[in-house]
């Protein structure tokens, strides 16, 4: 059974950093692309950040480019999302995804098979 597990969140002051981490188990993830994803109250779920199986590829949206960088240890079945100068914008339930079938690292939700059950990242003004 697919298990990915995030933590990490919290609240921060604007302007703060937190960094997630997502550990998966149950499978062989290192050969996945993974991504972040969050969703704000009453928004759809959206795209942060991706990277490939072996870490050489990486995306991020535009929302949070030059702010957000995302990483992963393959040894510890960890990725993590590293976030800096946070905004009350970024407030959100952050979700950790798998991607076992995509050819290239992807940014679409559809894509992802395998999820987390979410960290809560609330920054305050």
């Known amino acids: 059974q697919a298990l990915l597990v995030e933590s990490g969140g919290g609240l921060v002051q604007a302007g703060g950093s937190l960094t997630l981490s997502c550990a998966a188990s149950?499978?062989?993830?290192?050969?996945?692309?993974m991504g972040w994803f969050r969703q704000a109250p009453g928004k759809d779920r959206e795209f942060v950040a991706g990277?490939?199986?072996?870490?050489?590829?990486?995306d991020v949206a535009d929302s949070v480019k030059g702010r957000f960088t995302i990483s992963r240890d393959n040894a510890k079945n960890t990725i993590y999302l590293h976030m800096f100068i946070l905004k009350p914008e970024d407030t959100a339930v952050y979700y950790c995804?798998?991607?076992?079938?995509?050819?290239?690292?992807?940014?679409?939700?559809?894509?992802?098979?395998?999820w987390g059950q979410g960290t809560q990242v609330t920054v305050s003004s």
């Open positions: 995804a798998a991607d076992r079938r995509s050819f290239y690292l992807s940014s679409g939700i559809d894509d992802y098979d395998y």
């Open positions: 149950g499978r062989t993830f290192s050969n996945y692309h």
């Open positions: 990277v490939s199986w072996s870490g050489d590829s990486t």
